[in-house]
Nanobody
C-alpha cells in the first residue's frame, strides 16, 4: 500500500489549494479514505473522510463549508479542495486509509501566511 500526497505550498489567507493523494497497492475503490493534519506542537487531527463510492463525506467542524473531499476511483486519487484558507490551517496534511489496517502517506506541507 502506498499513499503519495502532493499539492501543498505557501498561500496567503483567503486563498485556495487542492491537495491530491495518489494511491496504489490495494483496491482503491473498495475503501474509505481520509485526510488528517498535524500542526506544529499539536496532535494529528481528523479533517475529512469519504466513503468508497464517494457517496458520504464527513468533515471536522473547523473546515466544514471551506474544504471539500472528493475522489476519482478511475485515477486512484483522493482530493482535498481547500478554500478560504486561514492561518490556523497551517499543518502537514496526510492522506490515510485506516481500515482494516492503517496506512499513511508521507504528508504535504500547507503554510498559510501573509
Amino acid at each position: 500500500v502506498q499513499l503519495v500526497e502532493s499539492g501543498g505550498g505557501l498561500v496567503q489567507p483567503g486563498e485556495s489549494l487542492r491537495l491530491s493523494c495518489k494511491a496504489s497497492g490495494f483496491a482503491f475503490s473498495s475503501y474509505s479514505l481520509s485526510w488528517y493534519r498535524q500542526a506544529p506542537g499539536k496532535e494529528r487531527e481528523f479533517v475529512a473522510r469519504i466513503t468508497s463510492a464517494g457517496g458520504v463525506t464527513n468533515y471536522a467542524d473547523s473546515v466544514k463549508g471551506r474544504f471539500t473531499i472528493s475522489r476519482d476511483n478511475a485515477k486512484n486519487t483522493v482530493y482535498l479542495q481547500m478554500n478560504s484558507l486561514k492561518f490556523e490551517d497551517t499543518a502537514v496534511y496526510y492522506c490515510s486509509r485506516l481500515w482494516p489496517n492503517a496506512y499513511w502517506g508521507q504528508g504535504t506541507q500547507v503554510t498559510v501566511s501573509s
